[in-house]
């Protein structure tokens, strides 16, 4: 989830503090400490900052993947939309929302679930 890779990241490069961090990213303190509470969702704009400021990619940051799961996801996600021929227009907001989560929840798995071979 993005809060925990947020507050991993803070704790891992020694900002002890959510305020310290917060500084550093020329955010106000209470914000941040929304983002790493997971009481408010990462605007565009955070991201941004955050990839300016830590040097790692946004794609890291919105969905906790690297370089390679990230360039595989685009070509799975690509091979989907054109083999079926689907736009977004083809589904109600509920049903587009539904398949998003549904993919969001599967890839997760998929993903904890590599993690898990790897690591053992």
């Known amino acids: 989830m993005f809060c925990q890779r947020l507050k991993e990241y803070r704790i891992r490069f020694n900002f002890y503090y959510q305020k310290d961090f917060a500084e550093y990213l020329n955010i106000n303190q209470s914000t941040y400490s929304k983002y790493e509470s997971g009481n408010k969702n990462p605007t565009e704009e955070f991201i941004e900052i955050l990839n300016k400021k830590t040097g790692l990619p946004?794609?890291?940051?919105?969905?906790?993947?690297?370089?390679?799961?990230?360039?595989?996801?685009?070509?799975?996600?690509?091979?989907?939309?054109?083999?079926?021929?689907?736009?977004?227009?083809?589904?109600?907001?509920?049903?587009?929302?539904?398949?998003?989560?549904?993919?969001?929840?599967?890839?997760?798995?998929?993903?904890?679930?590599?993690?898990?071979i790897i690591s053992k």
């Not at 794609?59 to 690509?78: H, P, V």
Request: one cysteine or more.
């Open 58 to 116: 946004k794609w890291y940051w919105r969905y906790g993947i690297n370089e390679f799961e990230f360039i595989n996801l685009n070509k799975i996600m690509k091979k989907c939309i054109n083999d079926m021929k689907l736009n977004e227009r083809d589904f109600t907001n509920k049903e587009y929302n539904l398949i998003i989560s549904a993919f969001r929840d599967d890839l997760k798995h998929e993903i904890n679930k590599r993690n898990n």
